[in-house]
């Protein structure tokens, strides 16, 4: 069997005077990453598009997201016929068959191409290129065959059993008789169908049709077949190239690990995500006729979706929220089950706090009738960063409820007690459930564990030599749940460590212990929360002695193993005793009691409301800003310390600054890279006689583009300018980019690898003159240049006009000197937040400020918000 090959399209030429085609992305999508399919959509969007998106009828908060698209855009339809899509279940390929027919019966929307994606693909392409390609190739159909011949196919791919799907399951119930007198064919599920094609398959009524359908209702992974053996048989057996417009991220030693046995009765393999890593993988398909990758996972790794922005000519660089992601983890309308119990109980307990913290801080911010209504993941620079979870309340002096989000942060209880031998290795040592054995990660990112929680632990290793330690686990009341011997390979790896613990685990701290040479070398404690509520009750005496006092005997088959646990447990009586009355704890005093366990692991950073002040009244509407604890009253805002003291005063005219003072500047990390610039200020109000400190935070703009990716050009990851070169290091030490007259500045470059090349480096002052223009070669490795060649040989737009310029600048004194730097700083630096400490007395005496003063930017960008943060001094911070 032959295919018909086809080439990349470069450029509109080679498809001059042949109409765009019109493509029907159906997007199949399930889970919680709204923002993500936001994404796509707005990455692929084109008015000549459609979107037709199915969600799976297990994702309700996904289509209750999603379905206000239907009236904001013309082109995107929810279909309403939903399917629970189990991977290799029949399900998804009647799925298909019937969003064919719909689209086909729609008479307003004019596609030519059905293309199927998920909420896991990304465009790796602009979708100008896609067009163009199907515009050469219209008529044919885009599918991957696995190239075996047909005996090989059916048995690998088990089309010789026959199957079942039930209960969101797919049972093997038999053998199946095989289809005579075709070829059988196959691969990726992932297709590109031509409108005729896909009428055919819908409407056709001759046996290979009706017969293909009767079989791949019984069969394992249907759409991996279906359409590859109906178009190989077909009329349209011409039409077809060998190609799904997708790459695959396959990792076989990863991907392979039978993931889907709890769907199937059958081993399955699934592609990894995309990460930052893989950046040279994809981009060898620059050349390809491959318009599309998968998977990729914001929530994992977000870095890698936004450089291909970038590569793409989609310039992200100013988005306020690049190395921000939220995704949804909880809603109210969610079903009830065991996770949701688990959440609530968490989450009641965290919004408790926040309830007290305000309470004390000042009496008309106590809050009342509480309901909350979601919560999300906030993640930056792809690591985790905060739990946000919003709720209704009521305040004394208000009578409509308002909305608050507050954020809270994990406290990490990890702890390396002996770093002697081998267990200084250990990079890692987490515990939590929802283990994704293809990625390595816990699925829960919020560490939210209940009595009955699959539990594991997960170890982190550095490259070292193999040894055996100990894996002791041990429950609230000082019993040791489970003792095992483990070995540790040579290798850098990630390990994961299962229990099989007997449920439900007893709530309460529990202690995770590794153990070499009899000794205890590292430890870890985690929380297991009681219910608060379970389905929807209230907690009982007897749920309450079947939920919160472990399983019945022991644990794990592991304890009896060892019996003997080979060090000493303080206190175990006393725990004892104590679990014992915890797990009778029903009403407030089990109220109380979460909330004291949970302010073990988590602590309140934030919580805001918004505020909208109505232009040019000044008047503010409670709606979303915030009342922020801790540390700092906190502002939104956007522009210098001047540009600080501007916005504030405009504002509102009693947050005028006077008689700024600058007393000291921090710079700010977050996961090891620079976040913000802080700068702590004195200055007056109009209404206080006393000076006030305030504290501005500052966001560096990149300036850095990539203005024709093609050639060895493409192999940069960052070019910045800087001073104080650490050539041990490799960093410049003028974290903040601070540069002078006087400053000695160097340009560092970091490269990926591949072959040698020369380039040239040019330096422009601000007159147009060129500075230095330096030729260099570059090798394989990371190469730091500082250009001294003052020769320059290509054009200076508006040269004249650039000195003319510099001239007048260079004269400046006064005021004038000063707006110009405020000219010059707002260009590379935004202002964040700007914040002011305020003590509060017992009696929250000063307090007005919460009420009286609203803050709140009346720049152009609506998304600007103002909060108060409060610290109380008569309690230990």
């Known amino acids: 069997r032959s295919f018909m090959p086809a080439m990349l399209v470069h450029n509109a030429s080679e498809v001059q005077g042949q109409q765009d085609v019109r493509v029907v992305f159906v997007l199949t999508v399930n889970g919680r990453a709204v923002r993500q399919v936001h994404r796509l959509i707005n990455t692929l969007y084109h008015p000549r598009h459609y979107f037709y998106i199915h969600v799976d009828s297990r994702s309700e908060y996904m289509y209750r997201e999603l379905l206000p698209l239907e009236s904001q855009l013309a082109n995107v339809r929810l279909t309403r016929e939903r399917f629970a899509t189990i ?113 055919y398959a819908v409407y056709g009524q001759d046996p290979l049709v009706l017969g293909l359908e009767e079989f791949y209702k019984y069969s394992l992974l249907p759409v991996e077949s279906f359409f590859h053996t109906l178009l190989a048989n077909s009329e349209f057996c011409s039409w077809v190239v060998d190609n799904n417009l997708h790459a695959t991220n396959w990792k076989r030693k990863q991907g392979c690990k039978c993931q889907h046995k709890n769907q199937v009765d059958w081993c399955g393999c699934s592609p990894n995500v995309f990460k930052s890593e893989d950046l040279n993988k994809l981009l060898g398909y620059k050349g390809k006729a491959t318009f599309f990758g998968r998977k990729f996972e914001p929530v994992i790794n977000q870095d890698i979706i936004n450089t291909l922005d970038s590569l793409n000519g989609r310039d992200i660089s100013e988005e306020p929220g690049l190395i921000h992601y939220w995704e949804n983890d909880y809603h109210y309308q969610d079903k009830l089950n065991d996770r949701t119990d688990t959440w609530r109980s968490f989450m009641e307990s965290m919004v408790h706090r926040t309830q007290s913290i305000m309470a004390h801080a000042q009496e008309s911010c106590s809050l009342f009738n509480i309901n909350i209504i979601e919560s999300h993941i906030l993640n930056v620079a792809d690591s985790f960063y905060r739990y946000l979870i919003k709720f209704n309340a009521t305040l004394p002096s208000r009578p409509d409820p308002v909305t608050l989000e507050s954020q809270y942060n994990y406290k990490s209880t990890y702890k390396i007690l002996n770093p002697d031998g081998p267990i200084g290795r250990l990079i890692t040592l987490e515990v939590g459930s929802d283990y994704d054995l293809k990625e390595l990660i816990f699925r829960n990112y919020a560490r939210f564990l209940g009595p009955n929680s699959d539990v594991r632990l997960r170890l982190v290793w550095r490259y070292g030599g193999v040894f055996n330690m100990a894996v002791a686990w041990i429950d609230p009341s000082g019993v040791v749940a489970s003792y095992e011997n483990v070995t540790v390979g040579k290798e850098s790896l990630i390990d994961v460590h299962n229990p099989n613990l007997k449920r439900p685990l007893r709530p309460g701290v529990w202690t995770v212990n590794l153990i070499y040479s009899e000794k205890i070398c590292a430890e870890l404690k985690f929380l297991v929360v009681p219910y608060s509520r379970y389905k929807g009750q209230e907690i009982t005496t007897v749920l309450a002695s079947q939920l919160h006092n472990g399983p019945s005997g022991s644990y794990s088959p592991r304890n009896a193993s060892n019996p ?60 979303n800003s915030g009342v922020n604890f801790d540390r700092i009253i906190h502002l939104e805002v956007v522009h210098g310390i001047y540009g600080a003291q501007n916005i504030m005063a405009h504002a509102q005219e009693s947050c005028f600054l006077f008689n700024v003072t600058i007393i000291e500047s921090y710079i700010l990390n977050v996961a090891d890279s620079f976040y913000r610039y802080l700068i702590k200020f004195n200055a007056t109000l109009p209404s206080r006689p006393d000076p006030v400190t305030l504290e501005s935070q500052y966001n560096y703009k990149s300036t850095y583009k990539i203005l024709n990716p093609d050639g060895p050009i493409g192999r940069l990851i960052i070019l910045e300018e800087g001073s104080d070169y650490d050539f041990i290091e490799l960093i410049f030490r003028n974290y903040a980019r601070f540069l002078g007259p006087n400053s000695d500045v160097r340009l560092r470059l970091v490269w990926r690898y591949g072959g040698v090349f020369t380039i040239t480096v040019a330096w422009i002052d601000p007159s147009g003159v060129v500075a230095s223009y330096e030729n260099m070669t570059e090798g394989k490795d990371l190469l730091l240049i500082n250009a001294s060649n003052p020769m320059y040989t290509y054009h200076i737009d508006n040269a004249v006009e650039w000195h003319e310029k510099s001239v007048i600048n260079g ?29 509060v007395e017992p009696v929250c005496s000063q307090l007005e400020l919460c009420h009286k003063t609203t803050w709140s930017s009346l720049s152009p960008d609506p998304k600007t918000q103002i909060s108060v943060k409060y610290i109380n001094k008569s309690k230990e911070n």
């Open 564 to 623: 003997v646990y080979k060090y000493h447990i303080d206190n175990a009586i006393e725990l004892h005793e104590k679990s014992v009355i915890n797990g009778r704890k029903m009403g407030e005093d089990l109220r109380m009691w979460i909330d004291e366990l949970t302010a073990q692991f988590w602590s309140v950073e934030d919580a805001c409301t918004v505020v909208n002040v109505e232009p040019g009244t000044g008047q503010a509407k409670l709606d």
């Open 87 to 199: 991977w290799g279940g029949a399900s998804l390929l009647q799925a298909h068959l019937s969003f064919m027919r719909s689209l086909l019966e729609m008479t307003d929307w004019y596609w030519d191409y059905y293309i199927n994606l998920s909420e896991s693909d990304y465009p790796l392409k602009p979708m100008q290129q896609l067009t163009w390609f199907l515009n050469k190739y219209k008529g044919y159909n885009f599918l991957k065959s696995n190239g075996r011949e047909t005996h090989e196919f059916m048995k690998k791919q088990g089309l010789e059993y026959l199957f079942y799907e039930c209960d969101n399951h797919l049972w093997r119930i038999g053998t199946s008789p095989i289809p005579l007198g075709i070829r059988v064919d196959g691969g990726s599920d992932w297709l590109g169908l031509y409108r005729d094609f896909i009428r």
């Open 811 to 839: 004269r400046k004194v006064g005021k004038d000197l000063r707006m110009w730097i405020d000219e010059l700083t707002a260009q590379f630096w935004s202002v964040e937040d700007a914040c002011t400490v305020v003590n």
